[in-house]
């Protein structure tokens, strides 16, 4: 069992920038993929990036150059580097963390933190 606290959310203006972090309580966190999701009102939720656990990274269209995921196994934590933010990236944000282990797919979700980008 995992369980996964997002922290970081907050209202910024335009152009700003946040960092995200999410911290994983249990086990063997460099066994899992994470990810970062968001959910706009209305709307589905997307994949916003993913880090494997060999650290390879994966960014929707809309926020590559601008995001960076990134991972600290020795603090079961990872992150999500937001910068030239813009109104449209206003959503919950979620953090994911997926793994098939023996043949068996786990996978966990954060409350989710909440980021407004408006002036």
């Known amino acids: 069992q995992v369980q996964l606290a997002e922290s970081g959310g907050g209202l910024v203006q335009p152009g700003g920038s946040l960092r995200l972090s999410c911290a994983a309580s249990?086990?063997?966190?460099?066994?899992?993929?994470m990810g970062w999701y968001r959910q706009a009102p209305g709307m589905q939720r997307e994949l916003v990036a993913v880090?494997?656990?060999?650290?390879?990274?994966n960014y929707a269209d809309s926020v590559k150059g601008r995001f960076t995921i990134s991972r600290d196994n020795a603090k079961n934590t990872v992150y999500l580097q937001m910068d030239s933010l813009k109104p449209e990236n206003t959503a919950v944000y979620y953090c994911?963390?997926?793994?098939?282990?023996?043949?068996?797919?786990?996978?966990?979700w954060g409350q989710g933190t909440r980021v407004t980008v408006s002036s």
């Open positions: 249990g086990t063997l966190f460099n066994s899992y993929a």
């Open positions: 994911n963390a997926k793994r098939v282990w023996f043949g068996r797919k786990d996978e966990y």
């Open positions: 880090i494997t656990s060999d650290g390879s990274t």
